[in-house]
């Protein structure tokens, strides 16, 4: 009981960081309710708890390929994603796409989004013409996408 008092006392407490809040996976299936920042209890060796940040977060894609419509392919070495997950909807974007649904809804996506937008496009609108608009392009295209399906 010395050895195993202590151990099982580590074991059921978790940490979740500020500006983020736990899911809890109990024995593979994810529970409807969320962990708040701070410690928090859990059932030893049953439970598994994942932290999502409901803050602010910047998703890096580097190397996204442009490929316009005269054949030339142009490459953009990085673009910023800034996004915030709602803390209402942590369950159904856990349950529904993983922990780490910013893989699939925008670093996947935009690599579409950009071939979409390029290819409708010449090399000179791309880099001189509408350059100063491609985000705004970008973002409109990435939204009206996660509105609909997201």
Request: glycine share 6%.
């Amino acid at each position: 009981m010395v050895v195993l008092g202590p151990l099982l006392a580590y074991k059921a407490t978790t940490q979740v960081p500020s500006n983020s809040v736990g899911v809890v996976y109990r024995l593979g299936r994810l529970q409807p309710d969320l962990l708040q920042p701070g410690y928090n209890f859990q059932v030893p060796f049953l439970d598994t708890v994942h932290s999502v940040s409901v803050s602010f977060l910047t998703e890096r894609v580097s190397d996204v390929p442009c490929g316009c419509n005269g054949g030339i392919t142009i490459y953009f070495d990085l673009i910023e994603v800034v996004h915030r997950l709602k803390r209402s909807e942590v369950i159904a974007t856990v349950a529904n796409y993983t922990k780490d649904y910013a893989q699939t809804w925008i670093v996947d996506r935009l690599h579409h989004e950009m071939n979409q937008l390029c290819s409708a496009n010449s090399l000179q609108n791309i880099y001189i013409t509408e350059f100063e608009d491609l985000d705004e392009k970008l973002l409109k295209q990435m939204q009206g996408f996660l509105e609909a399906w997201a």
